[in-house]
């Protein structure tokens, strides 16, 4: 009478096989889950650019809490700082395309109406990035930072520094990275 069932040398060459697996899946899922915070990171740093975008079109009023609302004199924009994990979302209250960090004015109309030549900190909001992953090379940029603004209705794009295109590009502890670009007609894109 035959013996039916497993030798010693067949389960353990099955569990072997089954270990192996298991240890290629986990280590290229970790892979996967940075590249996929990367790229969740890099489709809503382009969603925010275009919802700053379609503030302009619309020639949305400012959030002022100090005033009443007013329309900012340049459009809404997007400031980044190198080696960042944020960006900034402004309302260009002199007009002058860039984000100016603080000033002598409490509001943008304050700033805009009353004197036009101070500053206002033109920050609305500030967006993090997930965790490890910053901002790893801008280009162009003046001292580390680049400002894009979109100025109404059309809306026209500035770049500071100037520039027909700019490039943020973003990584995930400085090994694999993503980058947004937007060029001076107001096409994102992300590569």
Do not use: W
């Amino acid at each position: 009478m035959r013996n039916k069932g497993f030798t010693l040398l067949e389960i353990t060459v099955v569990i072997s096989i089954i270990i192996l697996l298991s240890t290629f899946f986990i280590a290229n899922y970790r892979g996967g889950e940075k590249q996929f915070a990367l790229k969740r990171s890099a489709h809503q740093l382009a969603q925010d650019l275009r919802r700053v975008q379609e503030m302009a079109m619309s020639s949305q009023k400012t959030p002022d809490g100090f005033g009443p609302e007013t329309f900012p004199k340049g459009g809404y924009g997007v400031y980044f700082r190198k080696d960042s994990n944020s960006y900034i979302l402004f309302a260009d209250c002199d007009g002058d395309g860039e984000y100016d960090e603080s000033g002598g004015a409490t509001s943008c109309f304050e700033a805009t109406a009353i004197t036009p030549h101070t500053p206002y900190p033109e920050k609305i909001n500030e967006f993090y990035l997930e965790e490890k992953i910053y901002i790893k090379d801008l280009i162009p940029s003046l001292g580390n930072s680049l400002s894009i603004t979109f100025f109404p209705p059309d809306p026209t794009v500035t770049i500071v520094p100037t520039a027909n295109s700019a490039s943020i590009s973003l990584t995930f502890d400085g090994q694999s990275q993503k980058t947004v670009t937007v060029n001076s007609a107001g096409l994102i894109d992300i590569e």
